[in-house]
């Protein structure tokens, strides 16, 4: 006799469904639901100085940015993510909890979450048709890796002085205000 334990599958729908009034956030991936941890002080700043200037690009292109609580659909992963920071340009993309067709998604990376946000959801992420650049943020050195679509392909940029040239917002930050504070 086994003791193996069966894991319910969830659908969208009632995933979905359930996030609407749940205390703690959970990501999505193929019918597994995942909780969210909580994020640093130095988390928080980080994201805080990218909203800032992505937000105001974003709008003066006529786009969108929102920070992590609104979910990001990757239809190919079947996934629902909560990224840091994602930014829309499509004026289609009007779902109030979820973007559909972003043009910049940035994570910021941490110890609880690094080894995921660079394998199973930047590869996700790259399914995504409408999507031109992944941010991650590195919180303990000033390192940003930018992987950008370069047509059917992603190429990588590694910035640790100087500017982060956010090409799909038409941005340049510095990224010591990056990391102020």
């Known amino acids: 006799m086994t003791n ?8 969208p729908e009632d995933y979905l469904s359930a996030e609407r009034v749940a205390e703690v956030r959970h990501e999505y991936v193929d019918g597994e639901v995942f909780a969210m941890v909580g994020a640093s002080r130095r988390h928080a700043a980080i994201v805080g100085n990218l909203f800032v200037a992505v937000r105001q690009a974003a709008r003066a292109r006529g786009c969108s940015a929102y920070t992590n609580d609104v979910k990001v659909r990757v239809e190919a992963a079947n996934a629902y993510y909560y990224p ?24 910021v990376l941490s110890d609880s979450t690094e080894a995921v946000d660079r394998r199973e959801k930047r590869a ?4 995504i048709p409408s999507l031109r650049e992944i941010v991650l943020v590195a919180q303990d050195d000033r390192r940003v890796e930018i992987y950008r679509r370069d047509g059917a392909h992603w190429a990588a940029d590694i910035v640790t002085e100087g500017d982060v040239i956010l090409t799909s917002l038409d941005l340049s930050l510095p990224l010591a205000a990056l990391y102020e504070d």
């Open 124 to 127: 996700n992420y790259q399914k």
């Open 4 to 11: 193996a334990l069966r894991k319910l599958w969830i659908s």
């Open 84 to 107: 840091d920071l994602v930014a829309t340009c499509h004026p289609g993309d009007d779902d109030p909890y979820v973007v559909h067709a972003p043009v910049l998604i940035v994570e």
